[in-house]
């Protein structure tokens, strides 16, 4: 019989959260955030995006079909801690065995709506006193304006695939994104998201496409010069935080969300066609509209009216996940538009 390991959540407002330990022992502590997703629970925990939250699945049953990894978007957990209403055996004793702190019996129902309702919080969890919880919840810096210490993403750059070659900026990318791009035909070439954009062109690329990844996109001062640069030399292309870096670059805004959009069923508009497109999301900032100019804006989210992509000449951006990992494959025409590109543009080469 498995012993109850009794532990609380505490967030930053002193809300106190009951629960069960199942992972890893210790205290871990974040911004809070949730998922709507009722699947994909592997690529959740593991998807660089998440590092420095604290991820809670709203979906009152998590692990029911197992472990699979290779599911893993990254090399492990990047989450700092998961928090759920009910978890299968063999996924908790899966985040034990990766070091992961992870709560049970929570009830995520209300811990979902206090953070809709109030904004996102910092929070700690853990086999600790409320006191101790609720002072570390407090100690843990905020998100906005936090350079992340820990690296994400590639060290070395690395290629796969086959064809016209596309290079992208590694900011944190899931591992689907590069293999979606070879299954339409590329070779793609990835390289550390702190390239400058001469190393970049030297890959020779027809295309550039910057990447996924955690954080406030305002900090990235280095990809957002490096982008500044490309554009106009080679076509540049942006998903998430790659589109929050492209807006920058381009002279936008970008502002943090009261809770982010995380899960597999928000409905976007894309004003081109009007078709609505199911998407993956997971960020916590967005593009302010650009309200005219050179860049025009071509998708919406439906759920707030938030930009959800923009192109221009030479650029294309999606703020949601068109590779689905897991979710809809609404969206990944905008890999082919990609490829399209690599196809008919000219190779650079770095004079």
Request: charged share 20%; net charge negative; glycine share 12%.
């Amino acid at each position: 019989m498995q012993t109850i390991r009794p532990a609380k959540l505490v967030l930053e407002d002193g809300t106190v959260f009951a629960g069960s330990a199942v992972g890893a022992p210790g205290v871990a502590a974040g911004e809070a955030c949730f998922t709507t997703a009722m699947a994909g629970y592997e690529e959740a925990a593991s998807d660089p995006s998440y590092m420095a939250q604290v991820l809670a699945f709203s979906y009152p049953l998590v692990g029911n079909y197992g472990i699979d990894s290779s599911r893993l978007e990254s090399g492990g957990v990047c989450a700092e801690a998961i928090v759920m209403r009910k978890a299968r055996p063999a996924w908790s004793q899966w985040l034990e065995a990766q070091g992961v702190v992870a709560l049970e019996n929570v009830d995520t129902r209300k811990l979902v709506r206090t953070i809709r309702d109030g904004g996102v919080l910092r929070c700690a969890l853990g086999e600790a006193t409320e006191e101790e919880l609720y002072a570390r919840a407090l100690a843990e810096p905020p998100i906005d304006g936090r350079p992340l210490g820990r690296a994400v993403g590639t060290q070395q750059p690395y290629r796969l695939g086959a064809g016209p070659r596309v290079t992208v900026l590694d900011l944190g990318t899931k591992r689907s994104i590069p293999m979606r791009l070879a299954a339409c035909g590329l070779e793609v070439v990835v390289v550390p998201g702190d390239c400058g954009p001469d190393a970049i062109l030297e890959t020779g690329p027809r295309a550039v496409l910057v990447s996924n990844g955690p954080g406030d996109p305002a900090v990235f001062e280095g990809p957002i010069q490096a982008v500044r640069e490309l554009l106009g030399q080679v076509p540049v292309f942006g998903i998430c935080l790659g589109h929050q870096i492209l807006g920058l670059a381009l002279g936008l805004e970008t502002f943090k969300l009261p809770f982010g959009h995380r899960g597999a069923n928000h409905p976007v508009r894309d004003l081109k066609t009007g078709r609505v497109l199911v998407t993956v999301q997971n960020h916590g900032f967005a593009v302010a509209d650009p309200d005219g100019g050179a860049v025009e804006v071509t998708h919406v989210s439906l759920n707030d009216g938030t930009v959800e992509g923009f192109a221009g000449d030479g650029f294309a951006t999606v703020q949601f996940h068109p590779e689905a990992a897991p979710g809809p494959l609404d969206a990944l025409p905008f890999f082919e538009l990609i490829a399209g590109t690599c196809r008919s543009a000219p190779t650079f080469a770095l004079s």
